[in-house]
């Protein structure tokens, strides 16, 4: 499906006037030229955004909620127009940027290395902890924002915003039997050896799959991801972990495999989060464009928001 500029731009001069003929008087443009825009532009969307009548058009349910899109889209754009004329290059300052170890290998680099690109000259300060104490020094106003798992923030005294909702999987050796399922129930790992990845961000999911799995036998606990995988792939136990952290291969070439989890067990939602009611600086509010950018170009692997 390809819309054009012209497409919107036109939608949007419709629906507001009521009708083609009124909308020309913004429009320096034939009415054939419109109408042929708007057909094609429902023939795209597989949707009617009109209904036409003799005084007029009038937007069906679909017409209001594409008008609300379509508002964002030019929006976004003018923001990059305005972006462009700002020359980003020449920004000065400092960001004091909060990650959890969760998110450091997982979602930062690309991030910041966008950031640092379109920013060169303002100046990183990164801090990594738990995300307890992240909120802590975000509240005292020592970090400007921070990314980590937003699910359970103090949301009276941090603004957040969800970028993407990580799903639960299961990792399977490459021989495992339940590699023949489409998804795996938590209460098929009941028999299975569990490996856990020790994180602060993770403990509560960890407990909850370990209840409703019917308590299976914990046989490594580790703090480190690469063991994880290698533990896996070898076939030492199974693990319950985010779709973002995976990846099909351990460090010495062996194939791990992964499974959707069926059971009630909250996504972990990466975000970015700020001090509620503190006036964010430039630096912050430009990484915040970044940030939202980012997200909606790696929607590959996760739910994005």
């Given at each position: 499906?390809?819309?054009?500029?012209?497409q919107l731009v036109?939608f949007?001069?419709?629906?507001e006037a009521g009708s083609i003929?009124?909308a020309?008087?913004?429009?320096?443009?034939?009415?054939?030229?419109?109408?042929?825009?708007?057909?094609k532009?429902e023939?795209?969307?597989g949707?009617?955004?009109?209904?036409?009548?003799?005084?007029g058009?009038?937007?069906?349910?679909a017409?209001h909620?594409?008008?609300?899109?379509?508002?964002?889209v030019l929006?976004?754009l003018?923001n990059?127009?305005?972006?462009?004329?700002?020359?980003?290059?020449?920004?000065t300052?400092?960001?004091?940027?909060g990650?959890?170890?969760l998110v450091?290998a997982y979602?930062l680099p690309y991030?910041?290395?966008?950031?640092e690109?379109?920013?060169?000259g303002?100046?990183?300060?990164?801090?990594?902890d738990?995300?307890?104490?992240i909120?802590?020094?975000?509240?005292?106003g020592?970090l400007?924002?921070?990314?980590?798992n937003?699910?359970s923030?103090?949301k009276?005294?941090?603004?957040?915003?969800?970028?993407l909702?990580?799903?639960w999987?299961v990792?399977?050796?490459?021989?495992?039997?339940?590699?023949?399922r489409?998804a795996?129930a938590?209460?098929?790992?009941?028999g299975?050896?569990?490996?856990?990845?020790?994180?602060d961000?993770?403990?509560?999911?960890t407990q909850?799959?370990?209840?409703l799995?019917?308590y299976?036998k914990?046989?490594v606990?580790?703090?480190?991801?690469?063991a994880?995988?290698?533990?896996?792939a070898?076939?030492?136990?199974?693990?319950?972990?985010?779709?973002?952290?995976y990846?099909?291969?351990?460090l010495?070439?062996d194939r791990?495999?992964s499974?959707?989890?069926?059971?009630?067990l909250?996504?972990?939602?990466i975000?970015v989060?700020w001090r509620?009611?503190?006036?964010?600086?430039?630096?912050?509010?430009?990484?915040l464009?970044?940030v939202?950018?980012h997200s909606?170009?790696?929607?590959y692997?996760?739910?994005?928001?």
């Open positions: 499906m390809q819309i054009s500029l012209k036109y949007i001069a419709v629906a003929s009124r020309l008087t913004s429009l320096d443009v034939a009415q054939s030229v419109v109408t042929e825009a708007i057909k532009l023939e795209s969307l949707a009617q955004l009109f209904n036409r009548h003799a005084r058009m009038v937007l069906t349910h017409g909620q594409f008008l609300r899109h379509a508002h964002e929006a976004a003018r990059a127009e305005q972006a462009i004329r700002e020359r980003p290059d020449t920004m300052g400092r960001l004091n940027l990650v959890s170890s450091t979602y991030l910041l290395d966008r950031f690109r379109v920013f060169p303002v100046e990183v300060s990164l801090v990594e738990r995300r307890g104490y909120e802590h020094l975000l509240i005292n020592e400007d924002v921070a990314i980590m937003v699910s923030v103090d009276q005294a941090l603004e957040t915003r969800t970028l909702r990580a799903p999987r990792w399977l050796p490459s021989n495992h039997p339940l590699l023949k489409e795996v938590l209460e098929e790992l009941h299975e050896r569990l490996l856990v990845l020790k994180n961000e993770l403990d509560e999911v909850q799959v370990h209840r799995a019917g299976p914990i046989t606990r580790t703090e480190s991801i690469e994880m995988r290698s533990l896996v070898v076939g030492i136990g199974v693990a319950v972990l985010p779709h973002l952290m990846r099909p291969w351990s010495e070439g791990l495999e499974r959707p989890l069926t059971g009630e909250p996504r972990l939602e975000g989060a509620k009611g503190s006036e964010l600086s430039e630096t912050a509010r430009q990484f464009v970044i939202g950018e909606r170009l790696h929607q692997t996760e739910e994005l928001v």
